[in-house]
């Protein structure tokens, strides 16, 4: 994670920031490679040609949307830890921010749906490094299987940059003397508490619907189980 991963997302003038805006949201709704440059321009009510110039590309938005939903996470997370006791226990810091992570994704549907494509979907390199221009939507990529001759899932986009981001957290709350705990453990941990069941839930809720004939009358309209993914044996501690 580069040096202003901490720091807010970057001041943008108004038409951007409403192309931001609306690329997160389409980006939430149905994925980044699944929406395309026209469609982002109508929802903000802008020209196309706005994307090339505030951000250069398609890639450029993204990677804007990308920075302000990693300062909404630092600035959720940031708070948590400094609303902390200090005689808090780092597994009660640790609670407190994951539980925090948990409200911002609940206040913000719009990140919880786009961080869910990025797990589910990651978005990958183009081989032939081309892009193709803002304006144009008839060559939007279509999704299709990659083969690792064709692409290779993106290193910089929004999951992997949240995992930077977190391994960065623990190191400097290791610095901090918070734990001595392994740090790709500790990492995975809180990666899999915090982010873990927007993968397994969904799942979870087309198997429960899916079981719908085979429940007990008395069960029948009772919802599906709420996923809580722990690691084994693990006390959750401040590095998340």
């Given amino acids: 994670m580069d040096a202003t991963t901490r720091d807010a997302a970057p001041e943008l003038p108004a038409a951007a920031q409403r192309l931001r805006a609306s690329a997160l949201k389409l980006y939430a709704r149905q994925g980044p490679t699944g929406t395309g440059v026209r469609e982002i321009a109508?929802?903000?009510?802008a020209a196309p040609g706005l994307i090339r110039h505030h951000f250069g590309?398609?890639?450029g938005l993204t990677r804007a949307v990308d920075d302000l939903v990693l300062s909404v996470i630092a600035e959720t997370l940031?708070?948590?830890?400094?609303?902390?006791?200090p005689s808090d226990t780092a597994a009660a810091v640790g609670a407190a921010r994951d539980e925090a992570f948990a409200r911002m994704l609940r206040e913000h549907?719009?990140?919880a749906g786009y961080l869910r494509w990025c797990l589910i979907a990651p978005v990958w390199n183009d081989p032939t490094g081309s892009e193709p221009a803002a304006h144009d939507d008839e060559h939007r990529p279509s999704a299709r299987?990659?083969?690792?001759?064709?692409a290779a899932p993106a290193e910089d986009g929004l999951a992997e940059r949240l995992v930077d981001f977190t391994l960065s957290e623990a190191r400097r709350l290791r610095r901090a003397g918070t734990s001595n705990r392994d740090l790709r453990t500790s990492v995975l941990s809180t990666l899999l508490r915090q982010i873990g069941s927007m993968v397994v839930q969904p799942l979870t809720d087309r198997l429960w619907q899916r079981l719908e004939p085979a429940a007990d009358h008395a069960a029948h309209d009772a919802?599906?189980?709420?996923?809580?993914?722990a690691m084994p044996s693990e006390e959750p501690t401040a590095q998340g």
């Avoid at 299987?145 to 064709?150: G, L, P, V």
């Fill in 42 to 45: 109508a929802d903000a009510g």
């Fill in 145 to 150: 299987t990659h083969s690792a001759r064709e």
């Fill in 109 to 111: 549907p719009e990140i």
């Fill in 223 to 229: 919802p599906a189980p709420q996923v809580r993914i």
């Fill in 78 to 85: 940031e708070t948590a830890t400094a609303q902390a006791a």
């Fill in 57 to 59: 590309s398609k890639a």
